[in-house]
T-cell receptor
């Protein structure tokens, strides 16, 4: 069964810290992997998409890496800000359907 | 601005009642999706549609139905609501059939349904 897990489930850090969110998947035959952000009471917003042939993608202070062989992806957030507080979900695409992880709830304290 | 809207945003109903959640998008996207989000499970696909009159079952379709009579709307119906269907429901749309390749998937703000 294709499963996606995210550790930790919740994370609280002081403003300015660099942090890493983890995503693991059981089936490495993926097309791509996407990181989403979800604010309370809101829908999901796409942050980064990494194709299976890529090792990493960057957008501003965000950097996502992908290691297909080990079934892992990380989302690195540099110089965290209170505005980064949200739930971050990874979604692994196995072809026309995403398998979503449960998310990591991030709180950045001022 | 074009957008995707869901209604109602919050609903409480009783076991056995029929419930319909509305999803409306103004982007003219052919592809629309319904997901449910439960604590610890991530989002799971309920039904999806690639165009008018096209509907398909997702991973957790039992107890749900959809219909697609126009491009803009994909209502989700719970024929006889059960407590296990208490969840947050998200509608999404995409302009591309290969949304899974482009990453272009746009979500509504969700509908929180409580079945008592």
């Amino acid at each position: 069964k294709q499963e996606v897990t995210q550790i930790p489930a919740a994370l609280s850090v002081p403003e300015g810290e660099n942090l890493v969110l983890n995503c693991s998947f059981t089936d490495s035959a993926i097309y791509n992997l996407q990181w989403f952000r979800q604010d309370p009471g809101k829908g999901l917003t796409s942050l980064l998409l990494i194709q299976s042939s890529q090792r990493e993608q960057t957008s501003g202070r965000l950097n996502a890496s992908l290691d297909k062989s080990s079934g892992r992806s990380t989302l690195y957030i540099a110089a965290s800000q209170p505005g980064d507080s949200a739930t971050y979900l990874c979604a692994v695409n196995y072809g026309q359907n995403f398998v979503f992880g449960p998310g990591t709830r991030l709180s950045v304290l001022p | 601005d074009a957008e995707i809207t869901q209604s109602p945003r919050h609903k409480i109903t009783e076991t056995g009642r029929q419930v319909t959640l509305a999803c409306h998008q103004t982007w003219n996207h052919n592809n629309m999706f319904w997901y449910r989000q439960d604590l610890g499970h991530g989002l799971r696909l309920i039904h999806y549609s690639y165009g008018v009159q096209d509907t398909n079952k997702g991973e957790v379709s039992d107890g749900y139905s959809v219909s697609r009579s126009n491009t803009e709307d994909l209502p989700l119906t719970l024929e006889s609501a059960a407590s296990s269907q208490t969840s947050v429901y998200f509608c999404a749309s995409s302009p591309n059939r290969d949304f899974w390749n482009t990453g272009e998937l746009f979500f509504g703000e969700g509908s929180r349904l409580t079945v008592l």
